[in-house]
């Protein structure tokens, strides 16, 4: 959920970042990313530099709060990156959009029906069924 830490360290640390400010969650993503290699929050598995580019992107403050407003923006704005709205309009099969989503969440798999990140140092794989994804556009 929109609370979610990678590894669930959420509990561990005492973080609530549905409750937190970005700029809180910037502090506690450097913290996570020493502790376990990841720095992954929310709902949505933000990692640093994706969400530092997000909130440039988008206009957010560092005393914003990533709440679950906050967070769905970000991921709608990930989404449009890798090619959402060139999907829609028939500029992108869905093909080529998965394999571009595949490249934002590690658990969205891509068309081969492996995460792009398998194999790396974290233990990335894909959680997602491919099927899933295409069904749920």
């Known amino acids: 959920g929109y609370d ?3 590894g669930n360290n959420q509990k561990k640390y ?3 970042p549905s409750r937190m400010t970005i700029g809180e ?3 506690a993503q ?3 990313a020493r502790a376990t290699g990841s720095s992954a929050f929310g709902k949505y598995q933000v990692i640093q530099k994706t969400l530092a580019g997000a909130v440039r992107a988008l206009g957010l403050k560092d005393s914003d709060v990533f ?7 970000i991921a709608l704005y990930l989404l449009d990156q890798r090619g959402y709205s060139a999907y829609k309009a028939g500029k992108l099969s869905p093909v080529a959009f998965q ?3 595949s490249m934002e969440w590690a ?3 891509s068309p081969s029906g492996q995460s792009f990140y398998a194999g790396d140092k974290m233990g990335n794989k894909a959680s997602l069924a491919g099927r ?3 069904a749920s556009l």
Do not use: H, Y
């Not at 709440?67 to 923006?73: A, G, I």
């Open 14 to 16: 005492g973080w609530k």
């Open 4 to 6: 979610t830490v990678f």
């Open 25 to 27: 969650v910037k502090k």
């Open 30 to 32: 450097k913290v996570l």
């Open 132 to 134: 899933t994804l295409a």
């Open 107 to 109: 658990s969205i798999p």
């Open 99 to 101: 394999e571009q989503v």
């Open 67 to 73: 709440n679950e407003e906050t967070q769905d923006r």
